[in-house]
């Protein structure tokens, strides 16, 4: 590759880190304004509905594999609920790893009441945008933010998938995605990999924008 395209590719790998950064910390600022209400109200009904705090956190694989804290609103009762499901619930824990670490929310006993209205209505990712997006350790639009022990589960169990994996491990992860706006938010692992490897393979300004503006018709189909 001669010198000038190569100066082309770094100027523009360059010029969509600062459209992609700008975009998140503009776009969350927005939508922190417009949703605080409903944040604090959020808050409010986690806090009095069931014993614990109002924030989940739990380590997930951020850009070049590094780890970092994700926070969501908490859905589920506390204590170690994967221990309990996988004690109490065998056939449900058996379900849920073959599912992708996924049950359908009318079958899973961790969550709270007031849980599966927050994540019916995607409420529960908003603190994202405070805690994660505007720092840097995720971005609006990126692949799903996986637990470490997910991608090495899933590298052991499906060899085919490392190099979608390693894109995946590349990049920072985001809220929504182009599987979450596929209108296939239920495929299994592979083809979710799959996606999210394409993405990454082939970002660009015209697509980040899509997937924008695809992420609130998606989340209206839910409910």
Known sequence: ?????????RQRRWLFRVFKRTIDIAGSIILLVIFSPLMVVTAALVKLTSSGPIFFKQQRVGEGSRPFTMYKFRTMFVGDNDKRLQQDYPELWKKYKENGWKLPMSEDPRITPVGKILRSLTIDEFPQLLFNVLPGQMSLVGPRAYREEELREYEQKYPHTKRYIQDIRSVKPGITGPWQT???????FEQRAKLDSEYVQNRSFLQEIVILF????AMLSKW
């Open 1 to 9: 590759m001669n010198r000038p395209k190569k100066k082309f590719l």
């Open 182 to 188: 596929s209108g296939r938010n239920e495929v299994p």
């Open 214 to 217: 695809k992420t609130p018709v």
